[in-house]
């Protein structure tokens, strides 16, 4: 079974950056389509990014040009790169694995971030 642990979130003024890291462990994901997800407050959680296991990324369109999701296999690690926060991006930030075949999704146990106006 497949875990996460997210780290990075914080406090942050408007126009500044945050880097996310997501490690999992239990087994490789090398393989599979990894997340981000963010649920702000009151509101419910939404997608943030995705990177299938060629690198190929999508975005929602209002963090396009803002937000790179990555990954580096070797470390087991999935990032997310934020730059020129806006206080709307306030919310708790999720990585998630999406399971192939048999497996379950995995959801981490996520990371707040807040962006200060």
């Known amino acids: 079974q497949v875990q996460l642990v997210e780290s990075g979130g914080g406090l942050v003024e408007a126009g500044g950056s945050l880097r996310l890291s997501c490690v999992a462990s239990?087994?490789?994901?090398?393989?599979?389509?990894m997340g981000w997800y963010r649920q702000p407050p009151g509101k419910q959680r939404e997608l943030v990014a995705t990177?299938?296991?060629?690198?190929?990324?999508n975005y929602q369109d209002s963090v396009k040009g803002r937000f790179t999701i990555s990954r580096d296999n070797a470390q087991n690690t999935v990032f997310l790169q934020m730059d020129s926060l806006k206080p709307e991006d306030t919310a708790v930030y999720y990585c998630?694995?999406?399971?192939?075949?048999?497996?379950?999704?995995?959801w981490g146990q996520g990371t707040q971030v807040t962006v200060s106006s």
């Open positions: 998630k694995f999406f399971g192939l075949g048999y497996e379950y999704d995995v």
């Open positions: 239990g087994r490789p994901i090398s393989i599979n389509t």
């Open positions: 990177i299938t296991s060629s690198r190929r990324t």
